[in-house]
């Protein structure tokens, strides 16, 4: 494996990626919807709450979050409460669909992209190894999403900070449990999406084929990462990490069977069944 | 149908030895479900000079180039490149061969110069002076230096060719492989295509191209190989194989009365005469050529034309496909 020629192919593919606004504006937008716009609106509708009724009837809401939830909330007023729990637990799917989203994009049309557009016919004859492009497109469909994800959840934690943070006694995110799902958790599910999208792109006929097969893939698989996610931020910090460290390993069998899809046959479109 | 042998006809070297092979396939078999694209081709590719593959669409000349990188595994046969076997050594080979296949195969969403920067990262150049200057002396040899900073999604597809060409010898290449390097050009941008792949054995770059445009083959081929159904119909230098076809010097001449033309039967070294004006004379050497003119003059006969034709590739590839049996009495093996 030269990973030299791996980082080339996933910085060519970035490069080309940042070339085309109309790919990196809607990954923005996108973005900035769910770590800007729907937890300001939520978090703003919560804290500025004047009735009385509505605040309790909130507060109330909290006893469906397990016990040991419950008891990590610090806060004491019911705008506080209701606030922190939304802010932290309610919000977790932002942190998992966002990525998907955007890593499903550009993972379906990568490999049937080289393949449509004739520079399949490039790699092919090129002295990178099928499992270095592989990698490479790889990283170049996780950095996007991740990266996106990231900025976003700086941004969110700014929102949170600054809306919640008075009625709770000061800045308090992120939480360790936020940080072990960021950091651990939603990058193995990334990568266990991308090696199903992937060997897809590698198979199909088209892009659009691509994109249709990979989204009825990542659908029940946000579902999962959500329900995981959620799991982490509601548990001991060590259940995030437990977590995390059966995604890595699904994710490492799903990345070593992807490779194989990939095959110089196949970025030429001659492969059988392309 | 039986290939001839190749090897009859290979370049010879200075010295006068066989020239040896860059690339060597024998009985290479590649099928595509039902469809052979290769059914036992056997193709030999001297070092230095240039091989035009030769063939109708469908003959398989894109899948011999891809096999011979190793980009695609035969089913059957043996495929040697630099003495190396493709299918197992496919970077040692690869990074020693330059492609341009029938479509430019560049990404439009880069700029000329990054198109070129990955092909040569790939090939392992770091990056930095060295390689930036490689980049442009590259796009200087095919003029497309000027406009290295454009997105290529801009170019006109000369210029795609040209850019696709000069990444084919940015890492200094020992075999360039060319499928088609003209399709879709204009005749001038064709013309310059031409001179500058003719320009590159003078290097010492074995060149294969891929065709089925007669006229970009003559004058370009120091082998032919002529390929059908997968396999080779034929195969040799263009000269060896117009003499294998057409042993007989041909002139064809013109005068004031046609029918005076008849007298050339009766002057030594004519072997045919087909009338006409011109009429078609077979000689047993072109040299007979300036006796033949006087000896006609001398019988009255005013002549107002004299040609010697040398039969063209076009004459060649027809004669093989239309399966005519040559003078020497191998064409009919051939075809």
Redo the contacts between chains.
């Keep these: 494996m030269n990973w030299?020629?791996v980082g080339?192919?996933a910085r060519?593919d970035l490069?080309?990626l940042i070339?085309?606004r109309d790919f990196w504006l809607p990954m923005v937008v996108l973005g900035a919807i769910f770590f800007l716009a729907i937890p300001t609106i939520l978090l703003l509708a919560v804290t500025q709450v004047t009735d009385a009724n509505i605040v309790e009837q909130l507060s109330s809401t909290l006893d469906v979050l397990p016990a040991r939830a419950r008891a990590g909330i610090p806060a004491t007023t019911p705008v506080g409460r209701s606030s922190y729990a939304l802010a932290v637990f309610l919000l977790a799917p932002v942190a998992v669909v966002v990525p998907l989203t955007i890593c499903t994009a550009v993972g379906a049309a990568t490999l049937v992209g080289e393949r449509e557009?004739?520079?399949?016919?490039?790699l092919?004859?090129?002295?990178?190894?099928v499992r270095e492009i592989y990698l490479g497109k790889l990283i170049a469909s996780l950095i996007p999403g991740y990266a996106t994800t990231l900025v976003g959840f700086g941004v969110y934690s700014l929102v949170v900070n600054l809306l919640v943070g008075p009625h709770v006694g000061g800045w308090f995110f992120p939480t360790r449990q936020w940080w072990v799902l960021m950091l651990w958790v939603v990058p193995p599910f990334l990568a266990f999406t991308l090696s199903l999208v992937l060997r897809l792109s590698a198979r199909v006929k088209s892009t659009a084929a691509a994109q249709q097969a990979s989204g009825l893939v990542t659908l029940p698989l946000i579902l999962v990462a959500y329900s995981q996610s959620t799991g982490a931020l509601f548990g001991a910090e060590r259940l995030g990490v437990a977590i995390g460290a059966v995604a890595w390993v699904v994710a490492a069998l799903a990345l070593s069977r992807g490779m194989r899809a990939v095959s110089?046959?196949r970025?030429?479109g001659?492969a059988?069944g392309i | 149908m039986t290939a001839l042998d190749a090897s009859s006809d290979a370049p010879p070297s200075d010295a006068g030895r066989s020239v040896p092979s860059v690339v060597r396939l024998d009985g290479v078999r590649r099928r595509?479900?039902s469809v052979e694209a290769l059914a036992g081709l056997d193709l030999d590719v001297p070092h230095g000079g240039i091989t035009v593959l030769l063939g109708p669409n469908g003959a398989g000349k894109t899948t011999a180039i891809?096999v011979i990188?190793?980009?695609?595994d035969p089913d059957a046969g043996r495929v040697s490149v630099f003495g190396l076997d493709p299918s197992e050594e496919g970077?040692a080979v690869?990074?020693r061969?330059g492609?341009v296949?029938a479509?430019?195969?560049?990404?439009?969403?880069?700029s000329g110069f990054?198109n070129l920067a990955?092909?040569a990262?790939?090939?392992?150049f770091d990056r930095g002076a060295r390689m930036d200057e490689r980049i442009r002396e590259a796009a200087a040899r095919f003029g497309i230096e000027a406009a290295l900073a454009q997105?290529v999604g801009g170019y006109s597809t000369g210029m795609k060719t040209r850019l696709a060409l000069a990444r084919s010898i940015l890492h200094e290449p020992e075999l360039l492989?060319f499928d088609e390097p003209t399709s879709g050009l204009d005749p001038e941008s064709s013309h310059a295509v031409l001179e500058l792949i003719h320009a590159m054995p003078a290097e010492g770059v074995t060149v294969v191209m891929c065709t089925h445009l007669l006229l970009e083959a003559e004058g370009l081929s120091d082998q032919v190989v002529v390929l059908e159904d997968g396999a080779t119909l034929l195969a040799g230098t263009p000269e060896g194989l117009t003499r294998r076809f057409w042993p007989a010097a041909v002139v064809r001449l013109a005068a004031e009365v046609p029918a005076t033309l008849e007298a050339v039967r009766d002057l030594p070294g004519v072997r045919a005469y087909a009338p006409g004006n011109p009429a078609t004379v077979e000689l047993d050497d072109a040299a007979r050529i300036p006796d033949v003119v006087l000896g006609l003059a001398a019988r009255g006969v005013r002549l107002t034309r004299v040609e010697p034709h040398t039969p063209s590739l076009e004459d060649l590839y027809f004669a093989v496909r239309a399966g005519r049996t040559g003078p020497a009495g191998e064409a009919g093996a051939a075809a």
């Design positions: 030299h020629r080339v192919v060519t490069k080309q070339q085309a557009r004739g520079t399949g016919e490039f092919a004859h090129s002295p990178a190894g110089r046959a970025l030429l001659v059988d | 595509f479900g891809r990188t190793g980009a695609l970077e690869r990074r061969c492609v296949s479509k430019p195969a560049l990404y439009d969403r880069l990054d990955y092909s990262e790939l090939h392992g997105q492989l």
